[in-house]
């Protein structure tokens, strides 16, 4: 364990000379914990926070400008006993508008199925060969699910590796049991959010990320009524998906994170071609907001 944290901690400061690649707010919010004893909550979020700011998580060279920017946040429902949590665990993340000081949402995430132990000033240290950590193991995820989605809106698939890096993760941490990293027939968890994102059934929403945000939202400000054609396209493409249950999941995250966007790129100007078709498809592959999509007609 020792020439593991040695190693680690090398490749800790060693990424300190590069860029980051995220920009993220952390927060562990204990405010449902009783007790004047937060300290350890406190110690938690630092320790965090240098870990996914501070780390240099891919090999690309990445400009300070060109960090994500993400909020991770973790609500503690519940302490069992001094070293055990219940919580839950919310993770946000935007993207940049070219030639806009608009961010545009990518990512609105809720997991509820998230406990895990920790003792204050333990260090927080990965072993990809193995599970040691739920802590370490869930934010290690959604960091490389943050990172990788992002990329899929700048370059067709760009996300791959990183993705493959979140499934890496999940393997590992099915060695603990924990039904959040399980493989279970309608369970939205986190095995089945990383097995959609890289199933080649589901392939039709990567292209709508990259497609919406690339080749519609970047291109906005110089050809609006170009940018909308290509995001209404985009978003009738998901109706692929519709049928098919498994990629519901993906379907309901994608509009907990774009639905008010849509419905403000929409709602106002001249109504362009397929914009009643748009909102008829919407409310039928996403009933959820069906009273949002009524303003787009």
């Known amino acids: 364990m020792r020439s593991l944290s040695f190693f680690l901690l090398l490749f800790f400061f060693a990424g300190l000379s590069q860029s980051q690649e995220l920009n993220a707010l952390v927060t562990v919010n204990s405010d449902q914990i009783r007790g004047s004893n937060k300290q350890v909550f406190s110690t938690l979020e630092r320790s965090l926070k240098e870990l996914v700011n501070q780390t240099k998580w891919t090999g690309r060279q990445v400009k300070p400008e060109e960090r994500i920017n993400c909020a991770?946040?973790?609500?503690v429902?519940?302490?069992?006993?001094?070293?055990?949590?219940n919580a839950s665990i919310q993770i946000q993340s935007t993207r940049p508008v070219f030639n806009a000081s608009y961010a545009t949402p990518i990512l609105n995430i809720k997991d509820d199925d998230f406990n895990f132990q920790y003792k204050e000033f333990e260090p927080l240290l990965y072993n990809a060969n193995s599970f040691d950590s739920n802590l370490v193991s869930t934010i290690l995820f959604y960091v490389y699910v943050i990172i990788g989605v992002d990329a899929d809106t700048f370059q067709k698939n760009g996300g791959q590796a990183s993705l493959k890096q979140a499934e890496n993760v999940m393997l590992q941490a099915q060695q603990s049991g924990l039904s959040a990293w399980a493989n279970q027939v309608g369970k939205q968890n986190r095995f089945s959010l990383i097995d959609n994102l890289l199933s080649n059934n589901l392939s039709a929403l990567r292209g709508t990320w990259y497609d919406y945000h690339r080749k519609g939202l970047d291109v906005?400000?110089?050809?609006p009524g170009q940018a909308k054609k290509v995001i209404v396209s985009s978003l009738l493409d998901l109706d692929k998906l519709h049928n098919k249950v498994v990629g519901n999941n993906l379907l309901r995250r994608f509009f907990d994170a774009k639905s008010d966007e849509i419905v403000g790129i929409f709602s106002d100007g001249s109504p362009i071609f397929n914009q009643e078709q748009l909102a008829k498809t919407l409310v039928k592959i996403s009933p959820n907001n069906s009273s949002k999509w009524r303003k787009i007609n």
């Open 72 to 75: 991770i946040t973790i609500i």
């Open 77 to 85: 429902n519940a302490q069992p006993n001094t070293n055990t949590f």
């Open 220 to 223: 906005m400000f110089n050809e």
